[in-house]
């Protein structure tokens, strides 16, 4: 369960890392496409297409990894269950 966790928080520092543009250059994230929608000032332009699906993929996978450890504590830990 502390994998699932660790793989979530991963997710999120490589997206944060990315969009910052301290990440690599040399691949494709959800990070250097919300870096891409800053540099060319997509919010600015209201190009909401640009930053909305990455920002929205980013947090739907980290949710249901966070639900997955969520369901898996209720039925590993003893002290949960009643």
Partial sequence: MAFILQ???GILAEASISMLGLGP???IS???I????LVFEAPVA???WA???AAFSIAIITFSL???NTGMDEIFNPKIRS
């Fill in 7 to 9: 793989v979530a928080s």
């Fill in 25 to 27: 250059y040399n691949t």
């Fill in 30 to 32: 959800l990070g250097i």
């Fill in 34 to 37: 919300m870096n891409w929608t």
């Fill in 46 to 48: 209201g190009a909401w």
């Fill in 51 to 53: 930053f909305i699906p």
């Fill in 66 to 68: 966070y639900m997955i």
